[in-house]
């Protein structure tokens, strides 16, 4: 009895082990993507196609099934920004794709639909699934969901989304007890606020040759 008990801590030891080594590697990972996109660096999408995969499984064995179902749509949304900004700006105007801004009236009516999806998600995964916080988990997912498209298309709002989402995430990954993902989170707040920032100058700086062009 005693040997099966030792036996039994051990293995418990060592899937901690391997889950803390594995949630390790997708940080590292993570937070590369996260400066390669502050920098738009099109090699940000490699970074996040790795992590994600990672997460995938990470997230399954804790029970957070939409989160896991989200990091394999961010496996696809890799894929996707990666082919977007290297082949999605005007050839004959521009070398990259450009960082745009979208009005406040369009966010309202992502936000309204995204959080309305949102409900019905969550409703689902409360009543037919195993999942934990459901409306909370789902909330996340489906805005990173949306947030994720706008990251692919470069506007730059995307940056205040992931301030509200990464919030959110803290302390649910805390419940979980993923604490090395949970302190990536904190950094990505502050992050984030220096993205959208990066990513300001750099637009403004892309529209100043335009405004010359006009003004001439």
Not at 40 to 68: D, G, K, P, R
Not at 81 to 100: C, K, M, N, V
Request: net charge neutral; glycine share 4%.
């Amino acid at each position: 009895m005693l040997s099966e008990i030792v036996q039994s801590i051990q293995i418990a030891i060592t899937e901690v082990s391997v889950m803390t080594g594995w949630e390790a590697v997708a940080v590292i990972l993570a937070i590369a993507y996260l400066i390669l996109a502050m920098k738009t660096n099109i090699w940000c999408w490699a970074a996040a196609f790795a992590s994600t995969a990672i997460y995938t499984v990470l997230f399954w064995n804790v029970s957070l099934l939409m989160e896991s179902v989200l990091n394999v749509y961010y496996m696809a949304m890799a894929i996707y920004g990666f082919w977007l900004w290297r082949y999605g700006a005007d050839s004959r105007h521009q070398t990259e794709l450009p960082i745009i801004s979208w009005s406040l009236n369009k966010h309202l009516v992502i936000i309204a639909v995204t959080s309305g999806v949102s409900l019905i998600v969550g409703y689902l995964m409360a009543t037919n699934t195993s999942a934990s916080f459901p409306y909370l988990d789902a909330l996340t997912t489906c805005f990173a969901v949306m947030t994720t498209y706008l990251v692919a298309k470069k506007v730059i709002e995307n940056w205040y989304y992931w301030m509200v989402i990464n919030s959110l995430s803290i302390y649910l990954y805390l419940q979980k007890g993923l604490m090395l993902t949970s302190g990536l989170l904190i950094l990505y707040l502050f992050m984030a606020v220096s993205g959208y920032f990066m990513w300001r100058k750099k637009m403004l700086q892309n529209h100043a040759p335009d405004d010359a062009a006009l003004a001439s």
